[in-house]
Structures are given as C-alpha cells and as structure tokens.
C-alpha cells in the first residue's frame, strides 16, 4: 500500500532554507540490520540511542520529504511536561503510582533531552542551534469557562496531592492570570506549569541527524511503498527507491501509521492544525502591556485549542490552534498541504483579541497523531498485534497525540533497548507498550473498554507540547 504522506506541503516557519530538505542522491543500502521509517524527532532519537547502545547494528532512517518534515518541524516548540489536565483519569485507570510515573517520564525526557542539546546544539543561531530557552513564568493554562475551570481543577488538585512537595505546578486565581498575561478576559483562573521551555523543534531533529551522520544512513524523499516480510523472519523494505532487506524496521511514522499499518487505522487517528507565524518588530500589545518583550511565558486557552509563544531570537510570534472552529475539528485529516480558511480567519481574529496588531508572515498546517483510547504512545514489539509470525521484526513508537515533545526521545531510547535486546529502562511506562494488558483493544478492534481518555472532540491540550502544532 503507497503511504500517503503527501510530497507538497505548507510552508513550516521551522523549515524556510533548512538542511536536510533535498532528495538523497547516496544509493540507498541494499541491507540493513534496522530500517527506521520515518525522520522526524521519534526516528531520530530512535537512530540516536541505538549508536549509544548498539553501535555495531547498521541503520537505515527513510523519511518520504526532508527530515523534520512532519509533525516535528510544524508544531509549536513547546517542551513542558503533559498528562496535567488528565491526570485524575490516569489515576482512575491506572492507580495513582503508575500515574505519578508517567509525569515523572515526562518531566525526566524534557531533562535529557535539554541535556543532548547542551552537548550536541550550537549556540551560533544557525541550524544547529535549537534555541532551547527556560520561561520564567513556564506554561499559563488559561481557563476559559466554568465548566473548562472544574474540569482542569479537578485534575490539578488530584496531581498536587499526589506530589505536595512540587512547586512547579500551581493553580492560579483569575487575578493572578491576568496579571500575568495582561489579559482581562481570563476570568476563570488557571494552571501554570513552570518546567517549560521553548525551542526550534526542528533543530533539534538536525542535532540528532549530525550526531548520527557518520553512522547511519539517512534517506531523505524515500518514500516507503510496502513492507513484505521475507523467509527467516527478515523484511523487504520497498521504497520508490529501491528495496531494503532488513532485519527489523521501525514505525515512527505517527499520523501516517495507517497506511503501513491498517491495524491502526481506528486506534491511532491524524488530526490536522495550523500555525502562524508573526515578525513582531519592537514590540507592542499583549503581555501585560509590556509587549512580546515581556511574554516570558507560554498562553495556552480555551482547552488548548489555542496557543502562543513568543521567541527572543528572532522576535516572532508563534500561534496556532482554533481547529475547534470547524465543523469536524480536523479530525481524521492527515494532508498539511492545504488550509483551512474558517482556521485562518478564527487565528487573526484571536491575535487581535490577544491585542497583537501584527500580521502573520507564514502560515502552515501539520498532523498530529492521535492514540484514540488513551492518549498515549504505542511503542513496542508488534508480535502481540499482529501475531507472532506477521508482526516477527516489525516494531512502533507512534501515537504521541500532541505530547511528543515531552516523551519522543526517551521513546526513542526504549525503542532501541528493545531492538537491541536489552531491558528497559526502570522509569519506561509500561503503559506506553503496545502488549500491556489495558491494551487488548488492539487485538480486538470491536472492544468496548473503558476510555480513559475524553473523545478527541473534548481534548484539553491537543497540544502544543509536542509533535505537532500546539508537542
């Protein structure tokens, strides 16, 4: 089955001039001990800690455009810690312990991978440089109604009794959001989540690649046709290019999974956004009257369903969301190559209700992938889903639902610990792996489980954390 992740595109802020945008011209291996489908910060990271930990397996990454292309190199470039506004559904489902231990994930990739940059990232402002800055204030969840207000609070209580020594999370009065954003229609208080940073989310990808280059083999506009198995328990990769013969390969191919993977289909769903980006110039409007300038915080309102930064490099906003604006808030939609209007309008009208008389200077859309039932990753062997024999080599770290940021380089590491036989890390969730037992669903598609997880419709953060428009 061709994958259909489509070779035009809206043009990224992330992207304008970027390495690793061009057709590969090296011949493309004819064998490989791992194949990694799909280039953006989970392949990446993927093909990183394999280096690390197995050094001497040779590696394949096929991306079908350029690296970072996808969902890592059109979201927001939001690092901060996810599950804050779900987390009393966790601990219904989960328990508290195993609750706390998937924040306690989160909180520890933001970490190393702050880390990996440190040592791997320039600092020159070139493409190399991901710009990673610590905000002051971290994270401003601005609660936009009653219902919105209970919902989240709800939440925030449950983590903060679970956690009474953390300082990083705090439930905000309505007078303290609006003085910190300068706001005054902020009427119903909020969560501010300090351990938040901002970054250039492509970059990044581009650390990991030149990390790896000397290594791996990385094949940029490789479109990946089919995946047959072969006798002996190896596969055929068959690309637009030539075939692969490979030991085991890899699915970090979030919202596209489908189409390599039907199994899929139902549980791990696309769901298209749009950003803007605006060249501020000096300054002027929002933030508590002190301009851009100022903004040393993240804004995400409405449920997510909008969300603002501001960076000091190159003196831009970044704004995204309002996919809620449409009639099937982009669900099911996995084409970044158009936009939608009703988006577009609904963003310059809440630009200018945020009082930032600018005017956007690009404008583009992404896929986030979506894991239906829970919110969280697939990551493991896929024996247990398609069968011993079918699923034999075949491995996924996909579904990262708007949280990739926060969770795709430590996936990454898991990943490789099981390609290369080794145990997983004792702070991994085994939650995330695709055989843990509140995931027979994907064996049995016509499963009614308990969703801990609201429908998508009603998702809080949708979100810009991650691995795509608003990680």
């Known amino acids: 089955m061709v994958h259909l992740n489509p070779l035009c595109n809206t043009q990224s802020h992330w992207l304008h001039d970027a390495p690793f945008q061009t057709p590969s011209t090296e011949s493309l291996p004819s064998k490989a001990d791992i194949v990694i489908v799909g280039g953006g910060i989970t392949g990446l990271s ?49 328990g508290e312990k195993d609750a706390e231990r998937l924040v306690d994930f989160d909180y520890r990739n933001v970490d190393m991978l702050a ?35 209970y919902d989240a609070r709800s939440s925030a209580e449950v983590l903060k009794r679970l956690r009474p020594h953390e300082d990083d999370i705090k439930i905000l009065s309505p007078e303290e959001v609006q003085t910190l954003t300068g706001q005054a229609s902020f009427k119903y ?82 769901i298209r956004n749009q950003v803007i980006s605006v060249p501020v110039g000096g ?34 906003l970044i704004f ?71 699923g034999q080599g075949l491995y996924i770290a996909a579904g990262f639902s708007g949280h990739g940021m926060p969770r795709t380089f430590l996936c990454g590491r898991g990943i490789a610990q099981l390609l290369s036989n080794q145990p997983l890390d004792s702070y991994f969730p085994e939650q995330f792996l695709v055989d843990h037992s509140s995931r027979k669903y994907l064996l049995d598609p016509t499963s009614k489980l308990m969703n801990v997880y609201v429908p998508i419709k009603d998702h809080r953060r949708c979100h810009a954390n991650g691995d795509i428009i608003h990680s």
């Open 115 to 149: 880390q990996f940059l440190e040592e791997h990232g320039d600092k020159d402002n070139g493409f190399y440089d991901p710009q990673i800055t610590w905000l002051e204030h971290g994270t401003i969840c601005a609660w936009t109604s009653e219902q919105e207000a």
């Open 320 to 390: 995204g969301g309002c996919r809620n604006a449409t009639v099937g808030w982009m669900e099911h939609e996995d084409d970044d190559s158009t936009l939608n209007q009703t988006v577009s309008c609904h963003l310059r009208d809440r630009l200018q209700d945020y009082k930032f008389p600018h005017f956007p200077q690009r404008e583009w859309a992404g896929t986030m992938g979506f894991s239906k039932q829970d919110g969280l990753p697939f990551v493991g062997h896929l024996a247990h889903v398609l069968g011993e024999q079918k």
């Open 283 to 316: 300054g002027g409007g929002g933030g508590g009257g002190g301009g851009p300038a100022k903004m040393n915080y993240v804004l995400s309102a409405d449920r997510g369903y909008q969300y603002l930064s501001y960076r000091p490099y190159d003196d831009t």
């Open 189 to 270: 208080g909020g969560l501010q989540i300090k351990h938040t940073a901002i970054a250039w989310a492509a970059r990044i990808v581009f650390c990991l690649a030149r990390a790896v280059a000397s290594k791996v083999h990385l094949a940029t506009y490789t479109q990946v046709l089919q995946v047959q198995a072969t006798g002996g328990g190896g596969h055929q990769v068959i690309t637009n290019r030539g075939v692969i013969q490979a030991s085991k390969v890899v699915y970090c191919t979030n919202a596209w999974t489908k189409y390599l993977l039907p199994t899929f289909t139902s549980h791990l769903v696309p």
């Open 46 to 94: 993927t093909a990183y800690w394999l280096t690390q930990l197995d050094p001497g397996q040779s590696v394949v990454v096929v991306e079908a455009r350029g690296l970072s292309s996808g969902a890592t190199g059109r979201n927001g470039g939001i690092i901060c810690p996810g599950l804050n506004d779900n987390f009393d559904r966790f601990v219904q489902k989960y």
